[in-house]
């Protein structure tokens, strides 16, 4: 194969990965939405009186039901789930400031006025500061599960 035929198969393949990563992160949101909505306190009651009765009825103590070892496996899928949100949410977070970001590039080389933030900042400052701040101001998935767990 030639290199440009090689190089134009590698750019659709990315083309196809960036597709495919979008589509995932709509369904995800969607998903994850969805999720949430569905949660309501008449479920979370009905789920927790079905998961007690099931308790109650493989008999606690026995060797089919070891009790520590279900709360043990509860509390580590509860934080992976928590931990998977937190990572989703830095992922969706990093994303936002780098459209951001280039919305305020595009608009500088267009010569606009870009509209006043919030916080007044020295108008020199380099933006490659500002996005250090931000970038250090957003918590590691760990961090973001414990928030998250705390609420």
């Not at 789920?47 to 709360?71: D, H, Y």
């Not at 509860?78 to 280039?102: G, K, P, R, V, Y």
């Not at 590039?105 to 919030?118: L, N, Q, R, S």
């Amino acid at each position: 194969m030639k290199f440009e035929a090689l190089r134009h198969r590698v750019k659709r393949a990315e083309q196809v990965v960036a597709i495919r990563a979008n589509e995932t992160q709509c369904n995800w949101f969607t998903f994850s939405q969805v999720w949430r909505e569905g949660w309501t306190p008449l479920r979370i009651i009905t789920v927790g009186l079905a998961g007690g009765f099931l308790a109650g009825k493989l008999e606690p103590g026995s060797a089919r039901f070891q009790g520590a070892r279900w709360l043990q496996m509860i509390g580590s899928v509860s934080n992976l789930m928590a931990s998977a949100q937190a990572a989703f949410a830095s992922m969706q977070a990093a994303e936002a400031a780098d459209t951001a970001e280039e919305a305020a590039d595009k608009m500088d080389e267009a010569g606009a006025p870009v509209a006043p933030t919030a916080s007044p900042a020295p108008a020199a400052a380099p933006r490659a500061h500002v996005t250090a701040t931000q970038q250090a101001a957003q918590p590691q998935p760990a961090e973001a599960a414990t928030d998250v767990s705390e609420r």
